[in-house]
């Protein structure tokens, strides 16, 4: 089975603090994306990754930045945590443009 | 514009009645259509997916979708809803670019 982890499932920071999301998959898959899910309004997709160093813009990046230096890790940083981005972060991978997202668990954070 | 828009916020259903889930999109291209289903707490977990063929598509769980190009939808039935079905039901489309659009999501429950 594939299996996507994420390093927390709950997650409390504050504001102005740097924050590290990780995701690894075990699949070698090459694709990975991060999402942001809030009520109402679905998944909205922040960054994903083609493959190792390579990273896409999302609809929603302002506030992001990620790093993929290995294919199984994908990382999502919150450069300065604001009250907004209180949120549920989802990671996904999948082997390529046709083939099924797998997503973690997700994290739920909250920024104080 | 690309987008997916699921009618229905929440929807409720007596257990053994038929469920039909509705899903629209606007797609430039030929679309790649996803069912995904979220269990409280958890990640998505693919229910089912059309890229081309025959446009009644089975799934997991007993779910099937069609996939009606003129009407430019994609809904999901259920003949026979189960309690554990209750959840969130999330509908996406995506093409050769791979990223996925996601809908606002439906919320089902499930009456005794």
Same mark, same amino acid.
């Given at each position: 089975?594939?299996?996507?982890?994420?390093?927390?499932?709950?997650?409390?920071?504050?504001?102005?603090?740097?924050? $590290?999301?990780?995701?690894?998959?075990?699949?070698?898959?090459?694709?990975?994306?991060?999402?942001?899910?809030?009520?109402?309004?679905?998944?909205?997709?922040?960054? $994903?990754?083609?493959?190792?160093?390579?990273?896409?813009?999302?609809?929603?990046?302002?506030?992001?930045?990620?790093? %993929?230096?290995?294919?199984? %890790?994908?990382?999502?940083?919150?450069?300065?945590?604001?009250?907004?981005?209180?949120?549920?972060?989802?990671?996904?991978?999948?082997?390529?443009?046709?083939?099924?997202?797998?997503?973690?668990?997700?994290? %739920?954070?909250?920024?104080? | 514009?690309?987008?997916?828009?699921?009618?229905?916020?929440?929807?409720?259903?007596?257990?053994?009645?038929? !469920?039909?889930?509705?899903?629209?999109?606007?797609?430039?291209?030929?679309?790649?259509?996803?069912?995904?289903?979220?269990?409280?707490?958890?990640?998505?977990?693919?229910?089912?997916?059309?890229?081309?063929?025959?446009?009644?598509?089975?799934?997991?769980?007993?779910?099937?979708?069609?996939?009606?190009?003129?009407?430019?939808?994609?809904?999901?039935?259920?003949?026979?809803?189960?309690?554990?079905?209750? &959840?969130?039901?999330?509908? &996406?489309?995506?093409?050769?670019?791979?990223? !996925?659009?996601?809908?606002?999501?439906?919320?089902?429950?499930?009456?005794?």
């Amino acid at each position: 089975d594939v299996k996507v982890t994420q390093s927390s499932r709950y997650l409390v920071k504050r504001t102005g603090e740097k924050v $590290f999301l990780e995701c690894v998959q075990d699949m070698d898959h090459e694709n990975m994306f991060w999402y942001r899910q809030d009520p109402g309004l679905g998944l909205r997709l922040i960054y $994903f990754s083609y493959d190792v160093k390579m990273k896409e813009k999302g609809d929603i990046p302002e506030g992001y930045s990620v790093s %993929r230096e290995k294919k199984e %890790r994908f990382s999502l940083i919150l450069e300065s945590a604001s009250t907004n981005q209180t949120s549920m972060y989802l990671c996904a991978s999948r082997s390529g443009p046709r083939e099924t997202q797998y997503f973690g668990p997700g994290t %739920r954070l909250l920024v104080l | 514009a690309q987008s997916v828009t699921q009618p229905d916020i929440h929807i409720t259903v007596s257990e053994g009645a038929s !469920l039909e889930l509705r899903c629209n999109y606007s797609y430039g291209a030929t679309p790649y259509l996803f069912w995904y289903v979220q269990s409280p707490g958890q990640g998505l977990q693919l229910l089912l997916k059309y890229f081309s063929g025959d446009t009644l598509v089975q799934g997991i769980k007993g779910f099937e979708a069609e996939f009606k190009r003129s009407q430019s939808s994609f809904n999901l039935r259920k003949p026979s809803v189960h309690w554990s079905d209750a &959840a969130e039901y999330f509908c &996406a489309v995506g093409g050769n670019t791979g990223k !996925l659009i996601f809908g606002q999501g439906t919320t089902l429950q499930v009456k005794p």
